[in-house]
């Protein structure tokens, strides 16, 4: 049945399948945004899988608008998790095509997240991170991973030139788009973080200098890239920490991105350290952040998205017609349901149910770390071609994770 049909009267004019049109022009067929979910499917060399390729295509035929890959990292010697798929000189072409080609199915568009872990790259992967400065993660988070050491100016300006040059392949290799990952704590937040960011030369100190790696790297991106390949960021709305980025300071950078021509802006909030991008257990709110997505979006014309929390088609229409938001962010039920923006588009009363993840232990259950593997798990699971397992129990999707990814899979997270 047609969706404006069946649309509650109390509803305004505004609904998940208006077309919306970037600043450069690229229109994006619906306002339903696939957040990015690492999978961990990427090859012994990082290239894609033909599990991503799969999934994705899944993804692209279930009636999203825009699709986030999982975070993609822009050097190979800082992975966030062993199965990264990287995107540099060494990456085969093929591999990237295949799975653009299969992401961008249905006038899908699909974009790469580029990022580079920082600090949060593990013990086992990262004998000594880098980050900003020699900041360590905080309380559990030590067994994990190690304290990183200061970069120096001059691997600062390589970092930002492989943010370019992953930019430059993605658009080579069909990506439609690609997004800065700059939020739940991973490096170019940690520039961001006063918390974490002790500078005293010109990448630290004061706000600005802070916000210059960022600015840095986006204009490098979009020199590589030209004006009409959509440049987004996913940013954190606060790093919700003592000492940490502000929503007055996310404000300000979204102002300035927006300034410098950025095309689309996601708002999100958290780290390792409190990973609140998950949502409180037990929290049923849709759209958690929205208060501070309100905020930003007063001040910027680009299109903002809102992630986190979403389940229900009522729940995101409220939101859009909130005005604190022009897209929709969804990650979680999309591991569940590939086609959910199908069905919420074509239903009002469309909901899914996420399972409670529990292990039976309290102190387990308040890890991420669960949450991430059953989700992966199914992930996979979509990949081989089966169907997701949503009554799979949370230890046996660990256990899985495990045997796949190794022992380190679970390590990484367990703080
Ligand atoms: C398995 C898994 C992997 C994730 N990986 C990423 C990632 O690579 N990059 C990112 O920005 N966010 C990542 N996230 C966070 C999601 O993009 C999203 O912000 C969060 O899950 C909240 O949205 P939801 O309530 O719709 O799930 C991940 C989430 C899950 C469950």
Redesign the pocket.
């Known amino acids: 049945m047609n969706f404006i049909l069946k649309r509650d009267k109390t509803m305004e004019n505004k609904n998940l399948n208006d077309k919306i049109t970037l600043k450069n022009g690229s229109e994006l067929k619906n306002r339903l945004f696939k ?4 999978e961990q499917l990427g090859d012994k060399d990082h290239n894609p899988t033909s599990k991503l390729v799969k999934l994705y295509k899944a993804w692209g035929d279930g009636g999203i608008g825009v699709s986030i890959s ?2 993609v990292m822009i050097d190979r010697t800082a992975l966030g998790e062993p199965r990264n798929v990287v995107l540099d000189d060494k990456s085969d072409a093929d591999k990237f095509r295949s799975w653009t080609k299969a992401g961008t199915s249905n006038k899908t568009h699909f974009w790469a ?1 580029l ?1 580079h872990p920082g600090k949060q790259s593990p013990k086992f992967l990262s004998k000594s991170p880098v980050a900003p400065s020699a900041v360590s993660l905080r309380g559990g988070l030590k067994n994990a991973f190690n304290t990183p050491r200061e970069l120096t100016e001059k691997e600062i300006l390589e970092i930002i030139k492989k943010f370019a040059t992953s930019a430059k392949f993605a658009k080579e290799y069909g990506f439609t788009g690609v997004q800065i ?1 700059s ?2 704590g991973y490096l170019v937040n940690q520039f961001l973080s006063p918390h974490h960011n002790r500078r005293e030369d010109g990448w630290g100190g004061s706000f600005e200098k802070r916000t210059r790696f960022v600015v840095e790297i986006y204009k490098a991106m979009r020199k590589k890239v030209g004006n009409d390949f959509p440049v987004s960021i ?1 940013l954190n709305s606060s790093d919700f920490r003592d000492g940490g980025f502000t929503i007055e300071e996310a404000i300000k950078i979204a102002e300035i991105l927006d300034k410098e021509g950025i095309d689309l802006i996601e708002i ?1 909030g958290g780290s390792y350290e409190n990973p609140n ?3 409180k257990p037990g929290d049923e709110k849709e759209g958690y952040f929205i208060e501070y997505a309100a905020k930003i979006k007063e001040k910027i014309t680009a299109p903002l998205v809102l ?4 389940r229900s088609a009522k729940g995101m229409i409220s939101a859009l017609n909130s005005g604190a938001t022009d897209m929709i ?5 999309l ?1 569940v349901e590939t086609d959910f923006p199908s069905k919420v588009l074509n239903d009002i009363d469309y909901k899914i149910y996420l399972p409670h993840l529990s292990t039976g232990i309290k102190a387990l259950d308040s890890m991420v770390m669960i ?2 593997t059953w ?2 798990y199914q992930m996979y699971r979509i990949g081989k071609g089966k169907k997701v397992n949503p009554k799979q129990n949370a230890w046996s999707s660990a256990l899985q994770t495990l045997w796949r990814v190794g022992v380190h899979a679970f390590k990484q997270r367990r703080a």
């Open positions: 957040s990015a979910m690492s999982g975070n997240q990022n990952h939020a739940h996913k999100s991008m998950m949502g992630t986190g929390g979403f962010g969804i990650a979680r039920p591991a949450g991430l989700y992966e």
